[in-house]
C-alpha cells in the first residue's frame, strides 16, 4: 500500500527533488 502511496505522490509532484519530496510526504503523515 505505501508503494502505491509513493507512486501516487511522485506523480503528483513531477519533477521535485528528493529532498522536497521527503518534506512534503513527511507533511502528509504529520
Given at each position: 500500500?505505501?508503494?502505491y502511496?509513493?507512486?501516487?505522490?511522485?506523480?503528483?509532484l513531477?519533477?521535485m527533488?528528493?529532498?522536497e519530496?521527503?518534506i512534503n510526504?513527511?507533511q502528509k503523515?504529520?
Open positions: 500500500m505505501s508503494y502511496n509513493n507512486y501516487r505522490i511522485k506523480q503528483k513531477g519533477g527533488s528528493s529532498v519530496y521527503r510526504f513527511s503523515i504529520a
